[in-house]
DNA sequence: ATAACATATGAACAATCAATCATATGTTTG
DNA sequence: CAAACATATGATTGATTGTTCATATGTTAT
């Protein structure tokens, strides 16, 4: 009796080996999850915006909110979300407070997204 | 008088000149919100997974679903968008449909999130 | 042709999230 | 100190989205 062998859906197409060589090269989940966590930071046109901004100068929050046409209110949230994700960083004066990009990858996933888009 | 001079707030502490040089140097709205979208679909833990499988080898469905212990629809909605965002292409073979990464961005892209994970 | 199978698709539901509004914190100036 | 101002934060809401379940499409083999 080989009824080992007959097994259902989700197992007779399995290539078995290939599976099992990728599942010990896939790094682990808790990576995987950051890893997605970053990208959501840049999965939205407001954020992305103002890291487009943030290329060219270092930026006070009223003037990204004037330069998007955005409330102050909504840009110091996005900047929040940024912050944390430390693709930028504050730097405070006085009354307003400074934000420029954490450092250059930044810049370069940019780039390589932008290069995807425009082929 | 020069009432003009004297603005509500949102206008006060603009860096005029630097907003208007900042202003000249963006995208078109359309490209910054393409952009966000590709982001966005690197931006959820499944899709990062699935891709980073494509990284060892090319996989099917089945074997997708099995190796992220995933429902085969779950995988098969994922892959549409993949492949909607040109990030995987499928190769049919009889009932079976192989994907693999579509091109070498996808692991530049994620190679580079990886790098500032790792920080 | 019919059964078994691999994948795709549509509808529905729960969870996530960005913008808004109101308000709080903290800084400068008179 | 008080008023003006720049920024931050908390709560709410409308919209988006990933998964599930059921079913459809298309392929292979008997």
Chains 1, 2 share one sequence.
Not at 29 to 51: C, H, M, N, P, Q
Not at 78 to 107: C, E, I, M, N, W
Request: net charge negative.
């Amino acid at each position: 009796m080989d009824s080992v062998e007959i097994e259902r859906c989700g197992f007779l197409c399995v290539h078995e080996q290939t599976v099992e060589r990728v599942l010990e090269q896939m790094p682990d989940d808790e990576k995987l999850y950051d890893l997605a966590e970053l990208f959501k930071v840049f999965g939205d046109s407001t954020r992305v915006k103002i890291l487009y901004a943030l290329f060219e100068a270092e930026l006070c929050v009223c003037d990204i909110a004037q330069l998007l046409g955005l409330t102050q209110s909504a840009v110091s949230h996005q900047l929040r979300v940024l912050k944390a994700s430390r693709l930028v960083k504050p730097r405070k004066d006085g009354k307003t407070v400074f934000y420029s990009l954490a450092d250059d990858h930044v810049r370069t996933l940019i780039a390589q997204g932008m290069e995807h888009i425009n082929e």
